[in-house]
């Protein structure tokens, strides 16, 4: 008022307005007993005491929220890495790029036949393995195994991946009676998903909770086989008794007790367990491998007893034996990595699942969902990435305006505590007054 027109004095110096007169009155009054120091120390107080400590601890809070959300933020994003390395690494496995997984496995068992054919032309090279053990039994034992010393893998070497019907009868069929496995591809959809269509839901962005890496399981020693009920071709008028009758073993020395026979398959005709190769069927597989197993356990125990080269009772044994059994170590490690060869492309993770997916063709979805889960959690860490980057950025907006407002509080506290201290000096004879507590610090 007093840079208004109410403010001009008359010619003693006082107010010629009545406004500015009863201001002035005003002033006195509140000034009187020192009331203007109480509410102004309270006012300090309150500051000190509630307002700037408040403030300093929503900055804090703010500063300590970006801290958090910058380590998330950096969990997440390694997180959404390995998994996606996982998922590449699975996919490798299967021998598929995982862009469209049920149509590619389909085509890996469409080729799995090829497959097996390339398998059995590898172990034709194994009969000088085969020979070299059935010799070493036979000196050592003075005993012929005959067709009991490795029947599958020897037919296998001699005639390749026949039919289960020309290994169980001993003649080829007339006629192969096989369902063509069908694997429904019409839901297959690109698993590059945009994640920014999924709803995650708020959540509260809790890392500690959520098993990132060993939340995927592929483990095959769980799983229960379906019959191939998906197969095409397959009705109920032309269902096969697979029921297990009694048959001895035949005349060249061969049990067959493991097999399942489908009765009535002597008028020629191959079909059911009959109809699959040798590879295929999973008990003729199984003997294959048994058979591989066992030789590839004598040669590496043949390995052992033959670096004993010093061994006079070992090596004076042998003097007698057949050119067949007189054959360095260098040859008898090459035996051994041909039988480990072929054994290892029968038992890798990829030819594990394809026989999965032959015998069940509905294990191929369990398979693209247990994949296609680990994309989804990679989608899900890549959301939460994003999400902490908001909060990161809406924790510094309003670190941003808290901290004007501090500045300004604490400059203002700060200027009435001089003009407080000016003001009790006063009434002091201008003695040095000094106001002191928490204020200072502030």
Known sequence: MKDTD????NMIGQYSSQKMKDWMEIIKMYETDGVYLAETAQMLARNVNYEIPAMKKQISKCQQLQKECDRKEADYASKCTDLKKKYDSKCKELGIQGKKIKSELAALVEDLPKTFDKICDSTSGLTLATDFYKDFVQFLTNEDLGENNLPMLKHIIKNGNTTTYEWRTGTKPEKIDCTKLFIDTTDEQDLLTDSADIDWGAGDGNIADIDFVDDINLDL?????????????????DAIDFSVVESDKDSNGIDYSDLVIVEHAEDGVAKGEDA???????KTRAMFLDDLLEVEAFLVQRLEEMKEEGNFLSSSQFQSAPSSLQVTRETVEGMLIKVKDIHSQLTTVKMHHLMLIRNSPRYVDRLRDDLKQILTLADKMTFHEKEMVVKRDEAIQEQTEIQPKLDLIIKKTREVQKQMEIEISKKYKDRNVNIMGEINTV
Not at 6 to 9: R, V
Not at 232 to 237: L, P
């Open 6 to 9: 109410f403010g001009k004095k």
């Open 276 to 282: 699959k190769s040798l590879l295929d069927n999973p």
């Open 221 to 237: 020693s769980e799983i229960t086989l379906e019959t191939g009920g998906n197969e095409e071709g397959t009705d109920n008028q």
